[in-house]
């Protein structure tokens, strides 16, 4: 039988492997600390890299992936430039508040911003000043439990990745991931605090995907975890799912309709925040991995092989086209096209003729 910290870095593992693929295995052999102080290698074509992540900045793209790459393209996705990174630690998710301003997060406890539209970003947050803050929360709070927690974080090193992040605002804006670490800032990112305490999450789970409507916010993860604020994050409390698995990808449907996909293509919808769960039926047993709205209001959901899906009319359908690599993100283009991020870059997949 797996013990919890066995169960935990399974899961992890294998969140990594839907996200990442095989390809950025080698990565890891080079130490954490090592990698966050050495910036990304420019390369030929970075489109072709392991891709994370992908947002608009105005009429721009700006995509995020392994080893510290970042690309932008002002053609929708036809030319590709890389931006200039202080780090070469994976970087798993990014957004934009704004035309100029946005911020990322990744391994090592990373934060990055940028205030140029992404050709340029500077280094907020790395997982030495994240265990530090960690410990500051928990020292004040007098649990020794998670005195205890902070410790550890601490002892092993800037190792644990960020997997999402959400601005509310330009000043307001959260960052969550491995072992339930969770961030707050109220400047932009110039002061972070933990905001774990406000969490039910007493095992540290992992923090897959945080999601906004309006001043709502939804975190999904490990071990069926769901959690709901309807308080832009000043509290949180724990929503019952029937599913205890893994779920990597959350999405809003509506001011009360939410969704939540995951491990073996578990998806299931609620249209009351959350008090009760109905399953939409999946044609594979196959892990999502990503997932998106379109202008048209067509939610596209990616899985760990490479299928492409539609949600409309509370039914999910696949769509007929000829697979994907293992995708890590999506994001909607123009009518009828996605871009796909993937262990082979990033790709652009019309959807217009595509038929279930």
Avoid at 51 to 75: C, Q
Avoid at 89 to 109: I, K, M, Y
Avoid at 198 to 215: I, T, V, W
Wanted: proline letters at 5%.
């Amino acid at each position: 039988m797996l013990t919890v910290p066995h169960m935990l870095k399974t899961s992890l593992a294998v969140a990594v492997f839907v996200a990442m693929g095989a390809s950025s295995i080698p990565s890891q052999a080079t130490p954490v600390g090592e990698a966050l102080q050495r910036p990304a290698l420019q390369v030929l074509h970075p489109e072709r890299a392991v891709l994370l992540s992908a947002t608009w900045a105005g009429r721009r793209i700006v995509a995020v992936g392994e080893r510290g790459i970042a690309i932008y393209s002002d053609d929708g996705g036809t030319h590709w430039r890389q931006a200039k990174v202080p780090t070469s630690v994976s970087l798993t998710a990014v957004q934009f508040f704004g035309d100029h301003r946005g911020w990322a997060v990744g391994h090592g406890g990373v934060v990055l911003t940028t205030v140029d539209a992404g050709q340029s970003w500077t280094l907020q947050l790395d997982g030495r000043q994240v265990a530090a803050l960690v410990a500051k929360s928990a020292q004040a709070s007098g649990d020794a439990k998670a005195q205890a927690e902070a410790d550890r974080l601490i002892a092993s090193g800037p190792d644990k990745p960020f997997l999402d992040l959400h601005f509310l605002d330009a000043q307001r804006g959260m960052v969550v991931g491995a072992y339930g670490l969770a961030l707050t800032t109220q400047d932009g990112g110039k002061t972070w605090s933990s905001m774990g305490a406000r969490l039910d999450n007493p095992g540290g789970m992992h923090l897959y995907s945080l999601q906004s409507q309006g001043e709502k916010l939804l975190i999904a993860g490990e071990q069926g975890l769901v959690l709901l604020s309807l308080d832009a994050g000043a509290s949180f409390r724990r929503l019952k799912v029937p599913y205890d698995g893994t779920f990597f990808r959350a999405s809003w449907l509506g001011d009360r309709s939410l969704l939540v996909a995951g491990l073996r293509g578990q998806l299931w919808r609620s249209d009351d925040l959350g008090v009760s769960w109905a399953q939409v039926s999946a044609p594979v047993p196959v892990s999502f991995s990503a997932m998106v709205a379109d202008p048209q209001g067509t939610l596209w959901l990616a899985n760990q092989a490479g299928g492409l899906f539609a949600y409309t009319g509370e039914q999910l359908r696949p769509m007929a086209q000829s697979a994907l690599p293992p995708t890590a993100g999506l994001l909607a283009l123009d009518a009828g096209r996605l871009l796909a991020l993937t262990v082979q870059g990033a790709i652009v997949v019309p959807t217009a003729g595509a038929r279930p």
